[in-house]
Every structure is written in C-alpha cells, then in structure tokens.
C-alpha cells in the first residue's frame, strides 16, 4: 500500500499564493512514470480534480484555477507541486495528489487550504 504525502496547506488571505508538494513515501511507487494530479474537496462539496500532468510533463487545469494555479513536477526530487495564486475562498478545500486517473490506495491524508480574510 502507498500512501501519497501532500504538504504545504495553511491559512492565506485572498489574492495570496501557496506552494503545495506530494511526494511518494516509498520507492516501489515512481512519481516520475506516472500520470499525476491534484485533487480537492471543499466543505461539504465531493473531490474534485484540479490539474494532472503526463509522464511527458503535459500539464492542464480545470477552468476554475486556470491562469492561477500551475502543476509541475520535480523529477530529481520525484516531486510534484501545485503552485496556487491569486487565491480566493472558493479555493478553501483539503488538497490531495494521486495518479490520473485515482488509485484508492494511493490516497493520503491531503493538506488544508483555507482562503479567509
């Protein structure tokens, strides 16, 4: 079982910015080859995907975030990050990685994003 690492959450004001990473806390499970993407769930709101990025590092956005948030990977780290800004508080969710499409086993305990004045 593999279990993703998210991190990076926090409290932020609206129109600031946050870097959240996931990592892969075993080494049988490869960042590198494998469809990634972010997820997140709002309060009281199912899980939602955000952006994916190929093995080829073809990333795209859902419309919501698009021209805000931004996912890249670090494959010398075997990292991958969601760069978020211009937050607003519709972006208040848990904040998960998984592979695209999402593997139950895959799923961590997320990081908090809460966008609040």
């Known amino acids: 079982q593999v279990q993703l690492v998210e991190s990076g959450g926090g409290l932020v004001q609206p129109g600031e910015s946050l870097r959240l990473s996931c990592t892969a806390p075993?080494?049988?499970?490869?960042?590198?080859?494998?469809?990634m993407a972010w997820y997140r769930q709002g309060p009281g709101k199912e899980r939602e995907l955000v952006a994916r990025?190929?093995?080829?590092?073809?990333?795209e956005v859902v419309s919501a975030v698009k021209g805000r948030f931004a996912i890249s990977r670090d494959s010398a780290k075997r990292m991958v990050n969601l760069q978020m800004n211009n937050l607003k508080p519709e972006d208040t969710a848990v904040y998960y990685c998984?592979?695209?499409?999402?593997?139950?086993?895959?799923w961590g305990k997320g990081t908090l994003v809460t966008v609040s004045s």
């Open positions: 998984n592979t695209s499409p999402p593997v139950r086993t895959y």
């Open positions: 075993v080494n049988r499970f490869t960042i590198n080859t494998n469809t």
């Open positions: 990025i190929s093995t080829r590092n073809t990333s």
